[in-house]
């Protein structure tokens, strides 16, 4: 008989029509994880009752939470339905699921150019002014082109229905790539911005394959997301939940149907698939104003339980400020960024991650406030590190305080 190992076991979601409700139709869906922490915790509270023998009777369990979530390693698309539940609205498509039509492309370094322009949901108007695009070259373009537009995204500064002219931040730039014109050429963008509510709910199960035994966590609500981009490393990160109900540990899975598969892009990178850091609107990494040694990232709905007299776990899932909040510790070259936090100056930042085949996420500040200037001098064989917190807050200028793009190579 078989011990159950931790070197087996799926994480499997399905969105629920109604809050705290496992769905009878449907399918659950396979995710990629590096390691769960969804607990219940139960609260218990021992009998007060004083006995001759001096002995208590016994304790009573009172109440149960739920709270934890998983660990994973960045990759594109697999987490697009917490990400829509942390921010609380939807995705906002261009093209077909943000892949529009294909085009024959002519550039210069501030144009895209459409010999005929797209139409419907593909048509470069549909494009906002101020939002950034990836564009995915056709499957016959050479090596260097792919790895060139793979690497980039460029920012939209005006639209028409055949030229998309870019923000003078983020120029085309390189022989074979300016002045070429060529067909199967497409745009990529999807965007979800912070929202207002989006009750969006799961139910987790855990399967323990190896003993046949299953753990379901219903109502669970995403209510935090690390991110961390570090040096030499994977992109790695985490979401929290809070959740409503939990049944113990079963012998049959509590989700319908059949699991869908996982999504198969590459895993993230610190080095090859970070492409670009804004500070400003101006790119920081390679630069001659700074070199950046780690990012973090933490967005977190400070989401409450709600407790209800006869219900055991949580009756609902209060939201609450959405904070976001992150670090990142840079190089010392200059006085620039030490003195942007003595003098409180407010900026903007865009952090830039896409795997090798263009398909990534591009996360948007539009206002942040570095909250602090670590300065660590070290000892007499270190770097001058300049540690620097910030925090992301409403712009009264976009309407938003985060917005993440996406974009897809196919």
């Known amino acids: 008989m078989p011990f159950a190992s931790s070197a ?37 509270v021992t009998s007060n009752e004083v006995r001759a023998d001096r002995l208590s009777t016994g304790l009573t369990i009172t109440d149960m939470n739920l709270d934890g979530g998983f660990n994973f390693e960045l990759s594109g698309e697999e987490y697009d339905p917490f990400l829509e539940s942390l921010l609380g609205s939807t995705f906002t498509h261009f093209g077909v699921a943000g892949l529009g039509a294909a085009f024959s492309m002519a550039t210069t370094a501030t144009t895209i150019t459409a010999s005929v322009a797209t139409t419907g949901a593909s048509i470069f108007t549909a494009l906002p002014n101020g939002s950034w695009i990836k564009i995915v070259p056709p499957g016959a373009a050479t090596a260097a082109v ?44 999807s965007t979800v911005a912070n929202g207002a509510s989006l009750a969006r709910s799961f139910t987790l199960e855990y399967a323990m ?3 046949n ?21 994977i992109i790695t990160g985490s979401f929290g939940f809070l959740g409503q109900g939990h049944d113990g540990m079963v012998g049959a899975t509590t989700l319908p149907g059949s699991p869908v598969a996982s999504q198969a892009l590459e895993v993230m990178n610190s080095v090859a698939d970070v492409g670009a850091i804004y500070e400003n609107g101006s790119s920081v990494l390679g630069g001659s104003s700074s070199f950046i040694k780690s990012v973090k990232l933490n967005i977190a709905n400070n989401m409450r339980a709600q407790k209800a007299i006869g219900i055991f776990g949580n ?44 398909n990534g996420y591009l996360v948007e500040m539009d206002k942040v406030q570095f909250k602090d200037g670590g300065l660590n001098l070290g000892g007499r064989n270190d770097d001058t590190m300049l540690s620097l917190p910030f925090q992301a807050f409403y712009s009264p200028t976009t309407g938003r305080g985060i917005r993440l793009t996406r974009a897809v190579a196919a």
């Open 213 to 233: 035994q299953f753990l379901p966590f219903r109502g669970m609500r995403a209510n935090s997301m690390d991110l961390s981009l570090d040096v030499g490393s």
């Open 8 to 44: 087996y076991g799926q994480l499997r979601y399905i969105t629920e029509t109604v809050a705290g409700t496992t769905p009878t139709t449907g399918n659950g869906v396979n995710l990629r994880q590096t390691g769960l922490t969804t607990k219940a915790a139960l609260s218990t």
């Open 315 to 358: 009756a609902g899932i209060g939201l609450g400020e959405l904070a976001i909040t992150g670090s990142m510790d840079i190089y010392v070259e200059n006085a620039n960024y030490y003195n942007k936090w003595l003098a409180g100056t407010t900026t903007s930042l865009a952090l830039d991650m896409a795997d090798a085949a263009g």
């Open 146 to 189: 792919k790895a060139y537009f793979a690497d980039r995204w460029f920012k939209v500064a005006t639209t028409t229905a055949t030229i998309i002219t870019l923000d003078a931040s983020t120029p085309i730039t390189g022989v074979g790539i300016i002045g070429v014109t060529a067909a199967g050429y497409a745009i990529s963008q």
């Open 209 to 211: 394959t190896d003993i």
